[in-house]
């Protein structure tokens, strides 16, 4: 599939995610673009730190429920 050349990557983007209990979360975001269909692959990748804990804080408050 990478050989052929058949996926794309779309520009990356930020994005701001503001959750009531753990703040404000930073991310980058990635897609991957297939040019035979509409299939697509988001990757959001934690910009900060800060952003990596308060997601990690908030996986934990999941798991817990």
């Given at each position: 599939?990478?050989?052929?050349?058949?996926?794309?990557?779309?520009?990356?983007?930020?994005?701001?995610?503001?959750?009531?209990?753990?703040?404000?979360?930073?991310?980058?975001?990635?897609?991957?673009?297939?040019?035979?269909?509409d299939l697509r692959v988001i990757v959001y990748t934690p910009e900060t730190g800060t952003s990596l804990r308060r997601l990690k804080e908030l996986r934990a408050a999941i798991t817990d429920a």
């Open positions: 599939l990478w050989n052929s050349r058949s996926v794309d990557v779309y520009d990356n983007e930020r994005k701001t995610i503001k959750h009531p209990s753990v703040g404000t979360i930073r991310v980058t975001c990635n897609v991957l673009l297939t040019r035979r269909s």
